[in-house]
């Protein structure tokens, strides 16, 4: 069956530190990858996605992700965290419904994301 | 040019009632998609609709919960005799095309339903 593992369920950085987010996960296929970034009271935010090509890729707001399929693993960076960047980030990949669709999303548990003046 | 618009943000009701949650979705979409986040949770896929259609419920648990998309007006996720563990966030999102491929879901704000 298919999973999103966020092993990490808060984290706590410096403003101006480096950031990583780990994110692996379970699907038999190539699959579609995501992340989003919720604020308190908020919806969700598309940050990035990945779908085939370059593993490495670039998001909104400086992120970044890189897919790496020897590790299943589809983890979130930015090398300068901002106060702003203080959210709930969660990975997702994409799965086949019907008709094709992939508007299914399996989404990991979050990891929550504070930052230290 | 507005994003996904769910009413009303908070909904507070007994339980035996009826929840009723409206989501309209970006002016051009018609693909909607109901998630429910649990506390501490992720958010879990519960249905897909496009216009007057239900395309996938696989999400949607058996008895009390229905939705609809009309023709006309916004969709409906509509939770009969209401139980404590359905307080969650319930978001709704609508893509322009069916899946990610080529169109992301753009997700509403959310309804926090609490049951008491």
């Known amino acids: 069956a298919q999973s999103v593992t966020q092993p990490d369920i808060h984290i706590t950085v410096s403003e101006g530190a480096s950031l990583e987010l780990r994110c692996n996960y379970s699907?038999?296929?190539?699959?579609?990858l995501f992340w989003y970034v919720q604020s308190p009271g908020q919806g969700l935010q598309l940050l990035l996605k990945y779908f085939s090509g370059d593993t490495l890729v670039q998001g909104i707001k400086g992120f970044e992700a890189e897919f790496k399929r020897s590790q299943s693993s589809f983890n979130l960076r930015k090398p300068s965290v901002h106060w702003s960047d203080a959210a709930e980030y969660f990975c997702a990949v994409g799965v086949e419904g019907y008709g094709g669709s992939q508007g299914n999303l399996i989404f990991g548990k979050g990891t929550k994301l504070s930052v230290k003046p | 040019n507005a994003g996904v618009m769910q009413n009303p943000r908070h909904l507070v009701r007994r339980r035996g009632q009826e929840a009723r949650l409206r989501c309209s979705p970006m002016k051009g979409h018609s693909h909607v998609y109901w998630y429910r986040q649990l506390p501490e949770e992720g958010l879990k896929f519960m249905v897909y609709?496009?216009?007057?259609?239900?395309?996938?419920e696989s999400g949607m648990p058996k008895e009390r919960f229905s939705a609809e998309f009309p023709k006309e007006g916004p969709s409906i996720l509509r939770i009969q005799q209401v139980v404590r563990g359905d307080s969650a966030a319930y978001f709704c999102a609508s893509s322009l095309t069916p899946g990610h491929y080529n169109s992301p879901l753009h997700f509403g704000n959310g309804t926090r339903l609490t049951v008491t």
């Open positions: 699907y038999g296929a190539t699959p579609y």
């Open positions: 609709l496009q216009k007057e259609n239900i395309i996938d």
